[in-house]
């Protein structure tokens, strides 16, 4: 089982709409979980920390599901601009070399 | 502050021929890291460092190398350049503490994209 996955999609939603993703991590142990946003051709920024009570910025909210081991993102409104790749990232602490980044969850808004 | 900057942008390279990548960060992070990106792949860690003077391989750290002399400067450096190489290269810094390695938020720069032909 592969350590972090991520359906690549596309999804293809319209303007508006609210979209929802998950990844699925494979170590138990890990101890910390990102959603990093990567537009096409540039580097990956952090969109938001996943803590286990859940967490909400504005129109995102990302979840963790420690008993089935994953993680979701929320988009609610989607804008043009939301159109990337979500990226999610695991922790599993210990050191520096401990992330390990899914493939990216590539989301389209159509007007 | 100009966060994680990395040059050149864009590089095409024959193979057998070497080069550095060159990365810097002002933002006084202690770990720095370099990745590779290979389309419709995760980031894939080559080398990291925890400070000056420290490096250590990451998941896929052959055919290249690293140093650390300065907080700031981390640069990789390919020595025999083979098509294998063609990729997407981030540099990355991060601030963290013993109490707090797991958090570890990273700054990406910009990237260079590298061909071997």
């Known amino acids: 089982r592969k350590e972090v996955e991520q359906d690549p999609g596309p999804f293809n939603v319209p303007e508006g709409a609210t979209v929802a993703f998950n990844c699925t991590y494979s170590n138990s142990a890990s101890q910390s979980f990102f959603w990093y946003r990567q537009d096409c051709r540039k580097e990956p920024k952090l969109l938001m920390s996943?803590?286990?009570s859940g967490n909400e910025d504005g129109r995102f909210t990302a979840q963790l599901n420690r008993a089935s081991q994953y993680i979701s993102l929320l988009i609610r409104d989607s804008k043009l601009s939301d159109s990337a790749t979500y990226l999610c990232?695991?922790?599993?602490?210990?050191?520096?070399?401990?992330?390990?980044f899914g493939k990216g969850t590539h989301l389209i808004i159509q007007p | 502050n100009a966060g994680v900057t990395q040059t050149p942008k864009f590089r095409i390279l024959k193979i057998g021929q070497s080069m550095t990548l060159q990365c810097t960060q002002d933002m006084n992070h202690n770990y720095m890291y370099w990745y590779r990106q290979d389309p419709g792949m995760g980031l894939k860690l080559i080398y990291y460092?925890?400070?000056?003077?420290?490096?250590d391989k990451g998941e896929v750290p052959n055919g290249y190398n690293v140093s650390r002399s300065t907080t700031e400067d981390f640069p990789l450096r390919l020595e025999l350049a083979a098509p294998s190489q063609t990729s997407v290269y981030f540099c990355a810094s991060s601030y963290s503490t013993l109490a707090d390695r797991s958090y570890n938020e990273q700054f990406f720069g910009p990237g260079t994209r590298l061909t071997v032909l």
């Open positions: 460092s925890v400070g000056a003077g420290i490096t």
């Open positions: 996943v803590y286990s």
């Open positions: 990232v695991v922790n599993i602490g210990g050191g520096a070399d401990g992330l390990t």
